[in-house]
C-alpha cells in the first residue's frame, strides 16, 4: 500500500494563480481531510469529508474549495492564491470516523508570492 | 468554537531527563489523540484516549485524559535523542468530525 499520496512536494504560485493540490490514499478509508501547518499555529483543518460526495467546512475554509468524487481522492483547489496561503499543507485520511487514527500524507509546501 | 491549548510551546531538556506536555480544551472531548512529528516530516500517530480517567502506557510514553475529559497530558521518561519533535495533541467534541490540533510542543534533547 502506498498509503497517503501527495503531490506536488513543492510548488510557488505568484499571487492571483489557481492551483489543485493532489491528495490520494489507497487504504479505502472514508474520511479525508486537509489541514494547513505554519509556524507557531499547529494543524489547522481546512475541509473535510466523511466519504464520497459529502464534504464540510473545517476552521479555515475560506479561500479553498474541495469535492470527493471518488473514496480514494480528495483535492484541495485554491481559487485565487494570495501570500497568506503560504504554508504546508497536509491531506490525512482515516478508517471510518475522525476519532479513528489519521493517517497524513508527506505534505505539499506551498509559496505563494 | 472548540479550543485546544498546548503547553509548553518549547522544552530543551538534557538526555535522560524527563518530559511532559499538557492539552487543554474549552469543551469536553469525546475523543483525544496525540501525534509525533519529526523535523521535516509529517504528524504520526501515537495514540487515542476515549475514557474518563484513561491511562495508556508505550514503553517510556505516558498517556493521561482527565476525569472531566477537558484535558490530557504526554509524559516522557528518560528521555532519548529519539523523542525529538513535535509532539501535537488533537481532541475531538461528541457528534462532531473536525479534529482540532493544539499548536504543538517542540522538543529538543541534548545529548
Known amino acids: 500500500n502506498a498509503g497517503v499520496t501527495q503531490t506536488p512536494k513543492f510548488q510557488v504560485l505568484k499571487t492571483g494563480q489557481s492551483m489543485t493540490l493532489q491528495c490520494a490514499q489507497d487504504m479505502n478509508h472514508e474520511y479525508m481531510s486537509w489541514y494547513r501547518q505554519d509556524p507557531g499555529m499547529g494543524l489547522r483543518l481546512i475541509h473535510y469529508?466523511?466519504?464520497?460526495?459529502?464534504?464540510d467546512q473545517g476552521e479555515v475554509p475560506n479561500g479553498y474549495n474541495v469535492s470527493r468524487s471518488t473514496t480514494e481522492d480528495f483535492p484541495l483547489r485554491l481559487l485565487s492564491a494570495a501570500p497568506s496561503q503560504t504554508s504546508v499543507y497536509f491531506c490525512?485520511?482515516?478508517?471510518?470516523?475522525?476519532?479513528?487514527?489519521?493517517?497524513f500524507g508527506p505534505g505539499t509546501r506551498l509559496t505563494v508570492l | 468554537g472548540q479550543q485546544v491549548m498546548q503547553i509548553p510551546q518549547y522544552q530543551h531538556v538534557q538526555e535522560g531527563e524527563d518530559f511532559t506536555t499538557y492539552c487543554n480544551s474549552s469543551?469536553?472531548?469525546?475523543?483525544i489523540q496525540w501525534y509525533k512529528q519529526r523535523p521535516g516530516g509529517h504528524p504520526v500517530f501515537l495514540i487515542q484516549l476515549v475514557k474518563s480517567g484513561e491511562v495508556k502506557k508505550q514503553k517510556r510514553l505516558t498517556f493521561q485524559f482527565g476525569e472531566a475529559k477537558k484535558n490530557s497530558s504526554l509524559h516522557i521518561t528518560a528521555t532519548q535523542t529519539t523523542d525529538v519533535g513535535t509532539y501535537f495533541c488533537?481532541?475531538?467534541?461528541?457528534?462532531?468530525?473536525?479534529?482540532?490540533f493544539g499548536k504543538g510542543t517542540k522538543l529538543t534533547v541534548n545529548p
Open positions: 490525512a485520511s482515516s478508517y471510518g470516523h475522525s476519532y479513528n487514527e489519521q493517517f
Open positions: 488533537a481532541g475531538l467534541e461528541g457528534g462532531s468530525e473536525k479534529l482540532v
Open positions: 469529508s466523511v466519504g464520497a460526495g459529502i464534504t
Open positions: 469543551t469536553t472531548l469525546s475523543n
